[in-house]
């Protein structure tokens, strides 16, 4: 491996481990308790979301993660979680640049979807 990829990997990895930490600093639950990867796997199920709703509503904002299953889900077609891939992108935007980091667009996205959901 060259020593440009194995920063770029040790990037990856924090930045996944930032977001998780912060997550979870806010009261969110991820289903692994934090992130050894460059993948986070949030439990969107105490929100009273699904992941399929959190998926669409992220695309709205031109986010790109996944809706997931997660263990304890009645069904498939309505998945618990999301998961959010880190990849090149986030690594190339250095924090600094950003007036607004993911965490906090992250969870001002699933409040205002939790509080607009019918009850």
């Not at 020593?3 to 930032?18: G, H, L, R």
């Not at 986070?40 to 993660?65: A, F, N, Y």
């Not at 640049?97 to 965490?103: E, L, M, R, S, V």
Request: with cysteine; aromatic share 8%.
């Amino acid at each position: 491996m060259s020593p440009e990829f194995k920063a770029y990997s040790k990037q990856t990895k924090a930045n996944a481990v930032a977001l998780a930490d912060a997550l979870m600093k806010n009261g969110y639950k991820l289903v692994t308790d934090g992130t050894e990867n460059h993948l986070v796997l949030w439990d969107l199920r105490p929100c009273g979301l699904t992941g399929s709703k959190m998926e669409t509503i992220c695309d709205m904002l031109h986010i790109t993660l996944n809706k997931n299953a997660v263990f304890g889900d009645a069904s498939a077609l309505a998945p618990g979680g999301c998961v959010y891939f880190f990849c090149i992108l986030p690594n190339q935007i250095p924090p600094t640049a950003c007036p607004y980091n993911k965490t906090d667009l992250f969870v001002d996205t699933i409040t205002g979807a939790a509080s607009a959901r019918p009850r």
